[in-house]
């Protein structure tokens, strides 16, 4: 059950009821079933709003009172003095809007939910709502800001917490940790794993428990369903708010909507080529997935991979022109797709032919790229895969990963497991401590740097 903050009432408590702590229970374990149960047994608020339970329900169902409702019930804890109310409904306005898709409305009642519980001295409340936070971090592209909340959190947490805390720390960090092996996140594990070793069978088993697991819980569920989208390139259709990054609508970027964090660190260095795949079809569109799904890919293309040693310019000209299909592009639009700014005829004509005469090479034996008065398309005579540099991370995004994956560390180390220059790291760490995004200390006769969330409070055992 949720534990009590010693004087103080945790979330729920103003409803001091078994059901209520069934309820809560059932949310912080991510358990469908017992959520199931519990609902049915929550009786109708009549004019009073909706009690605790209510509010979670509909969150749960995605269909979640009205902000004005929430707002409310807020107003209304506040005035009779239930601080614990006041926190739990600011965490519910959060996640009410998350699933409305209002992400940065809802991050602002997460930090507020935290801020105010901190202020109350509720520790158990303030680790409760900071879930809410993580996940709100991961959704709005922050997943190294979510990766250090609940990987304190998990120190601290109760073992109840677990199933919910493992999943964001699964899906903002991959296979990070080790999970319960009943809980969602094992599941997820599963289905990275089988994805990435090219196992349908096994993959198809793995993603319709996931589904079966979350089916009950509409923020989940919604978080699987695009998992799904984002590793299957047979899926269709494809999740409307994730079909521009897999159709290749967003050129560049990290798979949005708290999907980064899936990608690895293992992708994310120059011979991996990014943290996407394009999949390429003859006479039809191509579909961007994980890099996760390059077994998936491989096994569904009969093992055709494109792409040289070190993945560029050429492999992101062949992306984008997979994904564009049939119709093509101009070469003015094939330029900003893969190098990101304008094109110049009279400036850029020399070095865009060089990468297109490359980009040419990687798909000679399986197609060509035609040209026609300035018009490129590709054709293939069968499917094949290759890596899209465009989605590789940006370096501070890179560092910031590692940081918030192994604490505090110094410039040395980070240069070492990231297999990036000392030097690019010391300018990228030195703009990083500049925006506030981590800070430095001394330790004896070095530096080291750690990141925080500038809203959340580290727990301790005290």
Known sequence: MVERDRGARAPGDSEVTDVVAAHLDAVLRLDAQALAASARSIPSS?????TTPQMWRGIACAQPSTDDALAEIEREARRVGESARVIEVAAARAMA???RGELEHALAFARRACRMARAEALPRTEQWVALVLARLRRLTGQPYLATRIVTALRQTATPAWRPWIDWELTMAAGRAGTPDPTGPAATLHAVLAHAEAGDRGGFDAAIQHLHAQLDALAPMRDDARRVHAALDPTLAPLEVDLAPWSTG???????????????????????AGGCAIVVAWPHRSGRRVLRAA??????????????GAHVGRPEGIVAALALAGPQGMDEGALFRAVYGFAY????????FDVALHRARELVDDHGEIARDHGHLRIVLRHACVVPDPRSRRAADDRVLDQLARTGTVGARELAASLG???????????????????????????????????TFGEPTSA
């Open 46 to 50: 009549g004019d009073a709003g909706p």
């Open 97 to 99: 809007a998350a699933t």
């Open 249 to 271: 609508g967003l050129a560049v970027e990290p798979p949005p909507l708290g999907l980064a964090g899936l990608g690895g660190p293992e992708a994310t260095d120059d011979a």
């Open 294 to 307: 390059l077994g998936l890919a491989l096994e569904h293309t009969g093992g055709v991979a494109l792409g």
């Open 344 to 351: 110049s005829r009279s400036i850029h004509r020399g070095a």
């Open 420 to 454: 990036m220059p000392l030097r690019t790291i010391q300018d990228v760490l030195r703009s990083l401590v500049e925006d506030g995004a981590c800070q430095p200390r001394r330790d004896g006769r070095h530096v080291v740097y750690s990141i925080e969330d500038t």
